[in-house]
Nanobody, 114 residues
């Protein structure tokens, strides 16, 4: 089983990034997918959630209207489009798969700074 995140990096406030999480080794289309983030010294928080079919999504209040989670079940990939980024969005972002089992990716760093 693998969840491999990519797309993180350094971006200026107001900028955008698109994170990807490529999944393998489990029935991706049967799993709820989530993005979490963890800033230094803080807990890991849920950012966004998408159901197995992609028919329903939910977001933390802090990112509503700025972030969009989508998935491509044919490509076994989940995405997080992040717009209007703020310094407080700086964190390591983790992909999570929730189903019969729970799987985590290794994380990708997002830094929002001028």
């Amino acid at each position: 089983v693998q969840l491999v995140e990519s797309g993180g990096g350094l971006v200026q406030p107001g900028g955008s990034l698109r994170l990807s999480c490529a999944a393998s080794g489990f029935p991706f289309s049967r799993y709820v997918m989530r993005w979490y983030r963890q800033a230094p010294g803080k807990d890991r928080d849920l950012v966004a959630h998408i159901t197995s079919t992609g028919g329903s999504t939910d977001y933390a209040d802090s990112v509503k209207g700025r972030f969009t989670i989508t998935r491509d079940n044919a490509q076994h990939t989940v995405y997080l489009q992040m717009n209007s980024l703020k310094p407080e969005d700086t964190a390591v972002y983790y992909c999570n798969a929730l189903g019969t089992y729970i799987y985590w990716g290794q994380g990708t760093q997002v830094t929002v700074s001028s």
